[in-house]
């Protein structure tokens, strides 16, 4: 085989701006949860805003209603705002688009749970399949962020 089709076979290793490859360390460890936190937020509140004042909710005193038109909109402005976070994400150069954000939906799940509680109460309180769905989630999220050898 040439070297010219031995470099086209190997991987390459992915590099970040400043020309070192990608480690996780403990600090990057908590920026990453920190950011797909941020991110479940902004996704979740922004989708939250805009079904509260289409649909309407159950509010945490058990009465349903359904927000004013302005919800809506200001649910689209954070949803837009929602699509830069995961950019943030320390691992982006080398991990892409694909593995963040699948990454990033064991977080949603869990953070969907929390979020629909504590806006809506007792109604939206999480069951024990609910506990059990999102444990494994993020054993999932787990398992694709730190992967040996990547």
Avoid: H
């Amino acid at each position: 085989m040439n070297a010219e089709a031995s470099t086209a076979s190997e991987s390459k290793e992915i590099t970040n701006d400043e020309g070192s490859s990608f480690q996780w360390t403990a600090v990057t460890v908590l920026i990453s949860i920190a950011v797909f936190i941020l991110a479940g937020i902004y996704e979740i509140m922004g989708g939250w805003l805009v079904w509260a004042a289409i649909k309407g909710t159950n509010d945490r005193d058990g009465t349903f209603s359904k927000k004013p038109w302005y919800y809506a909109l200001f649910g689209s402005l954070v949803l837009v705002a929602y699509g830069f976070i995961p950019c943030l994400q320390p691992s982006a150069l080398s991990d892409g688009f694909g593995r963040i954000y699948a990454a990033y939906g064991g977080y949603f799940i869990v953070l969907s749970f929390l979020l629909a509680w504590a806006l809506e109460g007792e109604s939206a309180k999480p069951d024990m399949g609910d506990l059990v769905g999102g444990a494994i989630s993020l054993a999932g999220v787990f398992v694709i962020m730190f992967w040996p050898g990547r």
